[in-house]
């Protein structure tokens, strides 16, 4: 089935450090999502991606939606305590029907203040 | 005034047992699902559902049944609890037409 592989699987960095993660398939997908989940909640959705090539920020956060439309980043400027978690790519195939989103396996992030 | 909304957060219970889980979205969404978190963290979808149709994974084992007596609500339903059958559980939801799906807070099952 679809799979997306998420790199790295975990980081540990120091306050004030920029962060980087991804996620790769072997599927072509029209919708790219990145989500953070905090302990003991559900993920929270942090940016959406409709189209291949488009970068799209939100605060310290960007994201891309590759333009082979297989891939996807997410980058984290100036780290802080609170941005602590588990960041989770998803991707579906959203049309006619909609489609249901699948998940890479997660980076957990820790930073150090 | 929570968007979806889980109960219990937290259940224990014995192998054999059936049980059910809650989930209320109030956000007028027209489809819900159930995602399984295992101990990795990973999420995987078990069921979408709009009034029209229930979309069932094919992995998952026919002892999970999701019902819904209205649009804001799918429960989970689980026969015969297995140990395998541990982890949390996420209900979310969708509006019609636009992404971005909406999780409760989870529920985590432990069955000893």
């Known amino acids: 089935g679809q799979q997306l592989n998420q790199s790295p699987q975990s980081m540990f960095i120091q306050e004030g450090e920029d962060v980087s993660m991804n996620c790769t398939s072997s599927?072509?997908?029209?919708?790219w999502l990145w989500y953070k989940q905090d302990p003991g909640e559900g993920p929270v959705l942090l940016i959406a991606?409709?189209?291949?090539?488009e970068l799209t920020s939100n605060g310290r956060l960007t994201a891309q939606f590759g333009i082979t439309r297989k891939d996807s980043f997410l980058n984290i400027s100036a780290s802080i305590p609170s941005d602590v978690g588990i960041y989770f790519c998803?991707?579906?195939?959203?049309?006619?029907?909609?489609?249901?989103?699948?998940f890479g396996k997660g980076t957990k992030l820790s930073v150090k203040p | 005034d929570t968007a979806v909304s889980q109960t219990p957060k937290y259940l224990v219970t014995q192998m054999g047992n059936d049980k059910s889980i809650k989930c209320e979205q109030n956000?007028?969404?027209?489809?819900m699902y159930w995602y399984k978190q295992d101990s990795k963290k990973f999420l995987k979808i078990m069921f979408s559902?709009?009034?029209?149709?229930?979309?069932i994974n094919e992995t998952v084992p026919n002892r999970f049944s999701p019902k819904s007596p209205d649009k804001a609500h799918l429960n989970l339903h689980i026969n015969s609890l297995e140990l395998g059958d541990s982890a949390v559980y996420f209900c979310?939801?969708?509006?019609?037409?636009?992404?971005?799906?909406?999780f409760g807070s989870g529920t985590r099952l432990t069955v000893v």
């Open positions: 559902y709009n009034n029209k149709e229930l979309i």
């Open positions: 599927s072509i997908f029209n919708t």
């Open positions: 991606l409709y189209k291949a090539g």
């Open positions: 956000l007028g969404h027209d489809t």
């Open positions: 998803a991707a579906l195939n959203y049309g006619g029907s909609q489609g249901n989103l699948i």
């Open positions: 979310a939801s969708s509006p019609k037409g636009v992404l971005g799906y909406t």
